[in-house]
């Protein structure tokens, strides 16, 4: 099959119509996910690790509360992000291991459009784990007499945002390799990203002015900026300290991560669309 099978694909069909088909493949993949036991095991483990962060909030001075935030966040954070990876990378390779998108990609759909599809129905598995994963944490925290405030949930909206973009540049990279090198190269961004103020600071600092220094900044411009979207217990902007137990960061701050990784998901999966468009099946 190649890249020629795309053009069988309905051409004067309406954007309802294609939102029907893209639908019909999110929900199918949604439905798919679901049915993964190791989804269920990465939650439950996450569930676990808020049950033991009230033992280690007892082990604290007056910081229970803070400590079992803090942990319940990472916990999330670690959980979305593997779960987030598992699936990117194994989103396409199932379908060609399994040979069904031999018998999907023949039928009246763009190949874009089942990218699309299967990118929205692992995005809706995502929110809704950690949506799970945070009504968890709420209950930890009350069980302790907290409350989860609304800099708990920004901080979560931070981490889901993350996790969609983690999704998105996973998607790009197993659209023409395979599952060990996709999450391979998936995970040394995230690495990158979420060090990438580390990395502006090396390259602003004791490089400045070198070659090296041009590299590195380059480097931090194009790569995701995955840091964006954890700044608790960081600095931010002018050396701002933010802590969702203390100054945090407003919804404008989060509408601005979001778009961020919107538009930058958005340009993963354009590239990932066009590779797949090319791909051979043969």
């Not at 954070?77 to 199932?94: E, M, P, Q, R, T």
């Not at 929205?120 to 009350?142: N, P």
């Not at 069980?143 to 979560?156: F, K, N, T, V, W």
């Not at 502006?200 to 490089?207: E, Q, T, V």
């Amino acid at each position: 099959m190649s890249a020629a099978t795309d053009e069988r694909a309905p051409t004067g069909a309406g954007v309802g119509q294609a939102w029907q088909r893209i639908w019909a493949i999110a929900l199918n993949t949604f439905r798919e996910a679901m049915r993964n036991r190791v989804l269920y095991v990465l939650v439950l483990f996450a569930a676990l690790l808020m049950a033991f962060s009230i033992v280690l909030g007892e082990l604290s001075l007056h910081e229970e509360e803070r400590v079992i935030a803090d942990i319940g966040l990472a916990g999330i954070s670690l959980v979305g992000l593997v779960i987030a990876l598992f699936l990117g990378v194994n989103l396409l390779s199932k379908e060609l291991d399994r040979k069904t998108v031999f018998f999907v990609i023949p039928k009246p759909l763009h190949r874009h459009e089942f990218l699309l599809g299967k990118y929205l129905g692992l995005a809706v598995t995502l929110l809704l784990l950690v949506a799970v994963m945070s009504a968890t944490l709420a209950v930890v925290l009350a069980i302790e007499g907290a409350s989860a405030d609304i800099a708990l949930l920004r901080a979560e909206t931070l981490v889901a945002c993350e996790l969609l973009l983690v999704v998105a540049v996973a998607l790009l990279f197993s659209s023409f390799s395979s599952p060990y090198l996709s999450a391979m190269f998936t995970a040394s961004l995230w690495v990158v990203g979420r060090n990438s103020g580390e990395l502006r600071a090396f390259a602003g600092g004791k490089l400045a002015g070198t070659p090296l220094a041009s590299l590195l900044e380059t480097v931090a411009a194009v790569l995701p900026d995955f840091h964006v979207f954890y700044v608790s217990g960081g600095m931010l902007g002018d050396d701002t300290p933010v802590s969702i137990h203390g100054g945090f960061i407003g919804w404008g701050y989060v509408a601005e991560a979001a778009l961020y990784g919107a538009s930058y998901g958005g340009v993963c999966l354009a590239l990932a669309a066009l590779l797949f468009a090319r791909r051979d099946f043969t």
